[in-house]
C-alpha cells in the first residue's frame, strides 16, 4: 500500500524565527498523526535550522527547487548535496511557477531530477495544465508532455520511488479546486502514462499527489479518490491549524 504523503510548499514565505514558529505548533499539533508521512518546504534559508527544529519529530524536509550541477560557478543556485547537508530529504521540482516565471522546461526538469536521486533526494515533480490548455481539451496531451520529459532516462526503481504531484495550473492559489473526480482521472492517466513507460507494479508504487487550493475542507474527498495519494499544499499550509488539519484527513 502506498503510504499518503502530505507536503507543505511555503513558497517566499516566513522569515528563520517564523518558520521555527510554525514548526513547533505543527509538531504539537501533528503529534498524533498516524499513516501520513509530513513533509514541509521551507525556503532556501529557513532549511537548516529547521531541520535542527525536526530532529525528534516524523515530520521530514523538502526544498523547492535545486540545480543539477554539483557545484562551481552558478551564482545564485544550489545543489543536491548542499540539499541534504541542510538536512532535506525531498524536492520540488518542476512547480508550475518555476516553469511560468523562471523559464524551467521539461529538459530543466529533467536533468534536476537525475541529480536530486543520484545525490539521494527524493524530488516531488510537478506537472499540470494551464486553464487555456484544459479548454482546448489539451490536458492530457501536456501532461504527457511534461511526464515524458521529466522521466526520460531515468530507471525504472527510480521512478517507483518518486512522487509526482498533479496541480493543474489554474487551481493554484485561485480558491478553485479541481473536482474530485476530474483530479482523481488525471492522476490515474498519470499512472497508466507511467506504467506504459516503467511497468505496472512500478507504476503501482509511485505516489501521486493532487495540488491546487487544497484545504481543510476538501481534503477528505480527494483523499478518498484512488489514485490520489496525498496532497501538495500551498497557501494553506502556512498556517499550522488549518496544515495540520488536512495532515489529519481521516
Ligand atoms: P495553493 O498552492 O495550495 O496555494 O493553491 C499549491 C502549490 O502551488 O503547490
Known amino acids: 500500500m ?11 514565505h516566513k522569515t528563520i524565527p517564523e518558520a521555527l514558529a510554525l514548526v513547533e505548533q505543527l509538531k504539537a499539533l501533528t503529534a498524533a498523526a498516524r ?23 516524523p515530520i521530514s524536509l523538502g526544498a523547492q527547487d535545486v540545480y543539477w550541477e554539483p557545484q562551481g560557478a552558478f551564482t545564485g543556485e544550489v545543489s543536491p548535496a548542499m540539499l541534504t547537508d541542510a538536512g532535506c530529504r525531498y524536492v520540488i521540482i518542476g512547480h508550475s511557477e518555476r516553469r511560468q ?30 486553464l487555456d490548455e484544459r479548454e482546448v481539451g489539451e490536458t492530457e496531451l501536456v501532461i504527457a508532455r511534461q511526464i515524458d520529459g521529466g522521466l526520460a532516462g531515468l530507471t525504472a526503481a527510480q521512478v517507483a520511488g518518486m512522487v509526482i504531484a498533479y496541480e493543474p495550473v489554474w487551481a493554484i492559489g485561485t480558491g478553485r479546486t479541481a473536482s474530485a473526480d476530474d483530479a ?29 487550493s487544497v484545504k481543510p475542507d476538501n481534503i477528505a474527498e ?19 491549524v488549518s496544515f495540520s488539519k488536512i495532515v489529519k484527513f481521516k
Open 35 to 57: 499513516e501520513v508521512e509530513i513533509v514541509v518546504c521551507p525556503p532556501f534559508t529557513a532549511l537548516y535550522p529547521v531541520s535542527d527544529a525536526l530532529k525528534d519529530s
Open 2 to 12: 502506498r503510504v499518503p504523503i502530505i507536503a507543505g510548499n511555503w513558497k517566499m
Open 101 to 130: 516565471l523562471f523559464g524551467e522546461t521539461d529538459e530543466t526538469v529533467n536533468k534536476k531530477i537525475k541529480a536530486a536521486l543520484q545525490a539521494g533526494l527524493v524530488p516531488i515533480m510537478c506537472v499540470g495544465e494551464t
Open 222 to 240: 480527494l483523499m478518498a479518490q484512488s489514485e490520489i495519494d496525498g496532497a501538495l499544499v500551498g497557501g494553506a499550509s502556512l498556517d499550522a
Open 184 to 212: 482523481n482521472s488525471v492522476c490515474d492517466y498519470i499512472r497508466r502514462r507511467i506504467a506504459n513507460m516503467f511497468g505496472m507494479e512500478n507504476a503501482q508504487k509511485l505516489r501521486i499527489q493532487y495540488g491546487g
